[in-house]
């Protein structure tokens, strides 16, 4: 069992930016892979950024450039910088972890882009 605790969020303005932190009860790199997903009022979860085992990180589109995820290992700490925010980046950001046998959520954090 893993819990995740995402914090974070807020209200910024286009233009802006954000850190979203996901603390994890238990070693990052025991799981297969970690990411962030967001989800938007009346849409998918969607995945923004992942960082496997190893470290290889990759982006959805929308945020390469933007978005950087990085981990601190020695904290159980997951990362998601986001710069130069847009109105659409608007959502709900859950942090996962994908282990061998079931994907572990936290409860999720809002990040609001005014414009």
């Known amino acids: 069992q893993v819990q995740l605790v995402e914090s974070g969020g807020g209200l910024v303005q286009a233009g802006g930016s954000l850190r979203l932190s996901c603390a994890a009860s238990?070693?990052?790199?025991?799981?297969?892979?970690m990411g962030w997903y967001r989800q938007a009022p009346g849409k998918q979860r969607d995945l923004v950024a992942s960082i496997t085992r190893s470290g290889d990180t990759s982006y959805a589109d929308s945020v390469k450039g933007r978005f950087t995820i990085s981990r601190q290992i020695t904290k159980n700490t997951l990362y998601l910088q986001m710069n130069s925010l847009k109105p659409e980046d608007t959502a709900v950001y859950y942090c996962?972890?994908?282990?061998?046998?079931?994907?572990?959520w936290g409860q999720g954090t809002q990040v609001t882009v005014s414009s």
């Open positions: 996962n972890s994908k282990g061998d046998l079931r994907d572990y």
């Open positions: 238990r070693s990052i790199v025991s799981a297969n892979s």
